[in-house]
């Protein structure tokens, strides 16, 4: 089976070719489009131009995405497509949650190719989607491991952090999970991004925040550690910026070493809380397998910590966290999600939803 990608829910335009083969999945190609310099000038992604980035870069990608998928002998460029195309055996889209002018350029692109060629077509919820790039046991991609060791088994705590979520869910099988809890206001990427505005440093902030923390002391600005006395299994984060933001303005211009050590203690915070909850969360629901997943699963020092907390535990819990190319968003994680749910009925009702929800 192999099924064809289309990821653009938030700014970037992405394609991605995934084959199944008994359990192993594998990527073929995997194409990101971002406008990241874009982001970087305006700080931030402006909707109305993401979308329009994605209509000019959507048709290239998924070409790129077939081309590097599977070499064709032929000179012709026609009949290569059709060798392409011949190959495929589904198209996965997002259809939510995100930007709604951006999740229209997938989600119609995506209704127009598998109507033409007459293919199935599977709608995928982008956060269920960041789950399933830890079904993804091998890439030929330069660089990238090259084989992911064990998926996840069930029961599996899943934690998703992403730029606009945090949520806990108890997974019981393929698509079927119980919602444990989420953020009550901003989500921990978005605490990234925040913080890291409040500090000059360009957007998207997470990345940013952690490679200026690898020289600053955590210890230097002790910050409040959200929910931490809260039994439950919800998250807060927009406390948190404002005691970053506070501070910021108690303590006058900062040096680059105090930027660095406030980097640090913001990093470690955010990393302290998310892992407090999952370690409640498995402890509660004795679960010996976690999976993180999103963007903010890219960060090192929460993937180490994780780490030593899941190690302290006692007893042997596995810890599944993909490569960090397939943290953020990539439309592998889309096809990789599609090998587990069905196609629709009748690809024209398709709808795109901003506010689809796990
Ligand atoms: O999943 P994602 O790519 O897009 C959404 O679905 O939102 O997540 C983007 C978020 C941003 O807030 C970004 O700052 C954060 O993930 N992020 C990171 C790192 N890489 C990306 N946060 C912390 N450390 C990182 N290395
Ligand atoms: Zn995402």
């Known amino acids: 089976m192999i099924i064809l990608g289309i990821e653009t829910s938030c700014d970037e335009t992405a394609a991605a070719v995934l084959q199944k083969t008994g359990k192993q999945i594998k990527i073929l190609s995997n194409v990101v489009a971002s406008s990241a310099t874009l982001q970087a000038k305006y700080g931030g992604v402006i909707p109305e ?3 329009r980035e994605q209509l000019r870069s959507i048709i290239p990608v998924i070409q790129e995405a077939l081309t590097s998928a599977f070499k064709s002998t032929s000179s012709s460029k026609i009949s290569n497509f059709k060798f392409q195309i011949s190959k495929i055996d589904a198209i996965a889209v997002t259809y939510g949650p995100g930007l709604i002018g951006s999740l229209l350029v997938g989600v119609e692109t995506a209704k127009t190719l598998a109507l033409t060629w007459n293919k199935p077509l599977i709608p995928v919820n982008h956060l269920l989607g960041h789950f399933y790039a830890n079904w993804i ?57 925040k913080c890291a505005r409040l500090l000059g440093l360009p957007y998207p902030g997470g990345p940013q925040i952690a490679k200026l923390a690898q020289t600053g002391n955590p210890d230097k600005f002790i910050l409040p550690i959200p929910m931490r006395e809260s039994k439950d299994f919800d998250f ?20 680059q070493q105090e930027k660095a050590d406030l980097a640090s203690s913001i990093e470690q915070t955010i990393v302290t809380s998310l892992i407090d909850k999952v370690v409640l969360a498995i402890q509660h629901y004795n679960i010996d397998q976690i999976m993180v997943a999103g963007g903010v699963a890219a960060n090192q020092r929460l993937k180490e910590e994780l780490e030593s907390r899941v190690k302290s535990q006692g007893k042997k819990i596995k810890l599944h966290i993909p490569p960090p190319e397939l943290c953020t968003d990539n439309a592998a994680m889309i096809a990789s999600a599609a090998f587990f749910l069905n196609p629709i009925k009748n690809p024209v009702i398709l709808q795109a939803n901003p506010n689809l929800s796990l």
């Open 49 to 51: 131009q993401a979308a």
């Open 137 to 193: 046991t091998s890439t030929h991609l330069p660089g990238a491991q090259a084989h992911l060791e064990g998926v996840p088994k069930f029961p599996c705590i899943g934690l998703l952090v992403s730029g606009g979520h945090t949520d806990l869910v108890l997974f019981e099988d393929y698509n079927k999970y119980k919602y444990l809890g989420g953020t009550r206001d901003d989500a921990a990427g978005e605490c990234f991004d």
């Open 236 to 255: 807060s984060y927009s406390g948190l910026k404002t005691a970053v933001a506070n501070l910021i303005k108690e303590t006058g211009k900062l040096s």
